[in-house]
Every structure is written in C-alpha cells, then in structure tokens.
C-alpha cells in the first residue's frame, strides 16, 4: 500500500473526509467482482440446505470439546452456542444459529495485528523479527524459543504476534487499531471487553514470560508491559461470526471490499495472510485441518474462526467449545463438511474432480509404468 494508505491505517482510518475520498477513488476496483467458472459457488438455497445439514452434524462433536478455562472470563461461555456466516463474493449473505453472539476475537486479532504491520513496516522488517514456517508447537509454546536461538516461528502464534506488538507499539495506539478493525469487519459495534481484558491481564503469566524472553532477545525492544497490554486489548476486542465473515470476504477479494470497491490492504499484504493462515492459522493442527479442509482459516480461543475462500467467500464461524489445539471443534467440523458440497477448498476444481483412482493408474504404479 501507498504511504497514504499506511498513514489512513495511523490514523485509524482518519476523519479526514478528503483524505478518505481520495483513498476510496484511487482504489476503487469494479463493484461486482469477475468469478471464474471454477469458483462458481452453489445457489442460495442449496447452499443453506448445505450447511444447516453440515450444523447438525457439527452440534455432535461439542460435547467433545471444553471451552478455555486458563482466561477465568471465557470459562463462563456457554460451550453449545454454534453460529455461521457465509458471505460469497457474488450472492446472497447466509446466516445461521448463533452468527451474531458477540464474543473476544483472541488469536483471530493475530490477522489484523499482521495485515496493519505489513502496511506500515514492511514485509521485509516484519519478517526481520519473525519467520514464515508452522511450529509444530502449541499457540502458547516458549520451547522453541528458549531451546533455540531463534526468532517466533511465525507471526500467528503467541510469540509471533507479540513480537508483532512490539513493531506496532511505537506507530499505532489501540484506538488507532480498534477503528480499523471496525473498518476492515464493517462492523462499527466492535468494542474492548473490558471484562476479559481484566481476567487475561490477571492471568498471562505464560504471555508475559514470552515477551520478557523476547526481549531479552531483542525481538521485543518496546516495554514490555505496555506490548503485553496492547496484545491483549487486540485479543479482547467482541466480535461476532458475521464480523470475520466481512473480513473474510475482503480477504478473498485481493484485500477490497466486493460491496464498494474498496481496497483495505495491498495485494501483497492479502497473500502473506492467506497463505499464513493455510499454513499456521490453526496451530499443531494446521496441517491436518489443511488436507481435511483445505482453507486458509484462523483460529481463536474465544471460539472464533475466520475463514477465507479465495476468490469465492469470506466465512465466519462461531463455537466456543474447543478441541485439544485450542481450535473450535464444532467450527472445524461445519467448516469440513462444507468445504467440498460448497466448493471451498483452496484446490477445488470441478475439472479435477475425481475421487476414484482409475485401475489402470493403480496398474501402472504396480509395475512402474508411470515413472
């Protein structure tokens, strides 16, 4: 993005209505997006049937889950609440059971602390402080960093992200980064919670042994309290399931808005977080979740997924009760049985679209014909 756009972001995407005409006429693509035959989504009404189907059978993996009680506030949520929105680039918005139950975005804020650090500092100071590679590790884990000599693993782990902090602290305050969030998931009812935000403060020994061990590294060279604070303000923001629909969408749409034109982060910036969130959005079980599912999602704690099917639909998935990597087990299992019916997965070709290996390819692989 331009250095305008980077200084819309400091601003908060400013009240300066001049500016802010200016940045909406530069980049204003066209309003109704070009779909692909191959990402031609099902109609409305078949895609509803579809995923109310795939609810019902997500509903039965809850009582398999727990919500996360080491933050004493999210312990209080009630583990059967499931909700879903499904916003498709072209068509109708679809939404189900509880999609508009406000909830702490926790580890899905990671996208946004990543997308406004890669428009103002750049990709290449970004990655300075932390890498690009799955850690294999729990969200939480110190082990990489204490064992190795290394940066965080990645910027959607708790490590990354604060380290991420500690490049935004010093260009951004949080009222900078709320107004942008409301912006980028067009909902201007985000709000702090500042309930939560009180119960991980008082109890973020793990995050706050991270950051000190940051900075003793020199990943982290803000305070690191004021760091840990700002991390967990971006974590305690409530959103609902329709919220990181709009977010996905945009997402999906090269980082413009489909409705408007509107372009909320560079092309560049679009793809490092999509393809970041295929390869690390979903912790220890990114890998699994990616040959199961097959889309670029992000998790949270508080029960949050957000999900982007590129160039198809933006999806926001709420359901508290969690599976043993801190991922929605309800969600996961919704976003599974839709992928394939609805034409999600990142790879999905109706070309290509063949289940059965041909008996003749088994004969060849037998006898080493195909090599």
């Given at each position: 993005?331009?250095?305008?756009?980077?200084?819309?972001?400091?601003?908060?995407?400013?009240?300066?209505?001049?500016?802010?005409?200016?940045?909406?006429?530069?980049?204003?693509?066209?309003?109704?997006p070009?779909?692909?035959?191959?990402?031609?989504?099902?109609?409305?009404?078949?895609?509803?049937?579809?995923?109310?189907?795939?609810?019902?059978?997500?509903?039965?993996?809850i009582?398999?889950?727990?919500?996360?009680?080491?933050?004493?506030?999210?312990?209080?949520?009630?583990?059967?609440?499931?909700?879903?929105?499904?916003?498709?680039?072209?068509?109708?918005?679809?939404?189900?059971?509880?999609?508009?139950?406000?909830?702490?975005?926790?580890?899905?804020?990671?996208?946004?602390?990543?997308?406004?650090?890669?428009?103002?500092?750049?990709?290449?100071?970004?990655?300075?402080?932390?890498?690009?590679?799955?850690?294999?590790?729990?969200?939480?884990?110190?082990?990489?960093?204490?064992?190795?000599?290394?940066?965080?693993?990645?910027?959607?782990?708790?490590?990354?992200?604060?380290?991420?902090?500690?490049?935004?602290?010093?260009?951004?305050?949080?009222?900078?980064?709320?107004?942008?969030t409301?912006?980028?998931?067009?909902d201007?009812?985000?709000?702090?919670?500042?309930?939560v935000?009180?119960?991980?403060?008082?109890?973020?020994?793990?995050?706050?042994?991270?950051?000190?061990?940051?900075?003793?590294?020199?990943?982290?060279?803000?305070?690191?309290?004021?760091?840990?604070?700002?991390?967990?303000?971006?974590?305690?923001?409530?959103?609902?399931?329709?919220?990181?629909a709009?977010?996905?969408?945009?997402?999906?749409?090269?980082?413009?808005?489909?409705?408007?034109?509107?372009?909320?982060?560079?092309?560049?910036?679009?793809?490092?977080?999509?393809?970041?969130?295929?390869?690390?959005?979903?912790?220890?079980?990114?890998?699994?979740?990616?040959?199961?599912?097959?889309?670029p999602?992000?998790?949270?704690?508080?029960?949050?997924?957000?999900?982007?099917?590129?160039?198809?639909?933006?999806?926001?998935?709420?359901?508290?009760?969690?599976?043993?990597q801190?991922?929605?087990?309800?969600?996961?299992?919704?976003?599974?049985?839709?992928?394939?019916?609805?034409?999600?997965?990142?790879?999905?070709?109706?070309?290509?679209?063949k289940?059965?290996?041909?008996?003749?390819v088994?004969?060849?692989?037998?006898?080493?014909?195909?090599?």
């Open positions: 993005m331009t250095d305008a756009g980077s200084r819309e972001i400091r601003q908060g995407l400013s009240e300066d209505r001049e500016l802010h005409e200016k940045l909406v006429e530069r980049n204003t693509i066209h309003m109704e070009v779909i692909d035959k191959r990402y031609q989504l099902r109609e409305t009404s078949k895609a509803t049937e579809i995923i109310q189907k795939a609810m019902d059978l997500a509903r039965e993996e009582p398999r889950g727990r919500v996360a009680t080491y933050i004493p506030e999210l312990g209080k949520v009630d583990p059967h609440q499931l909700g879903i929105c499904f916003y498709p680039l072209k068509g109708d918005k679809i939404t189900l059971g509880d999609y508009d139950v406000r909830f702490t975005m926790q580890s899905v804020s990671k996208v946004i602390m990543l997308i406004v650090a890669l428009e103002i500092c750049g990709s290449k100071k970004v990655f300075k402080k932390v890498g690009m590679e799955p850690s294999g590790e729990a969200f939480d884990s110190l082990v990489e960093l204490d064992v190795n000599d290394s940066k965080p693993y990645n910027p959607l782990i708790n490590s990354g992200a604060l380290a991420v902090c500690g490049l935004l602290l010093p260009e951004v305050s949080f009222q900078d980064m709320l107004r942008y409301r912006n980028v998931c067009s201007m009812g985000v709000e702090l919670n500042e309930d935000f009180d119960s991980e403060m008082k109890s973020c020994s793990r995050n706050r042994s991270i950051a000190y061990l940051l900075q003793s590294k020199g990943i982290i060279q803000t305070d690191v309290e004021d760091t840990l604070r700002f991390y967990t303000k971006m974590c305690s923001m409530s959103v609902n399931a329709e919220s990181l709009n977010l996905g969408r945009k997402l999906a749409n090269d980082g413009v808005s489909a409705s408007d034109g509107k372009r909320y982060m560079s092309s560049g910036t679009a793809r490092i977080v999509k393809t970041l969130m295929l390869t690390c959005g979903m912790y220890d079980g990114s890998g699994t979740f990616a040959i199961k599912v097959g889309i999602s992000k998790s949270g704690v508080g029960g949050g997924l957000l999900s982007v099917s590129d160039k198809r639909a933006g999806i926001g998935v709420f359901g508290p009760a969690l599976d043993a801190g991922n929605s087990i309800a969600g996961c299992k919704l976003l599974r049985e839709i992928s394939n019916e609805l034409r999600l997965n990142l790879f999905f070709d109706p070309e290509w679209d289940e059965e290996l041909n008996e003749d088994i004969n060849d692989i037998r006898n080493g014909s195909v090599i």
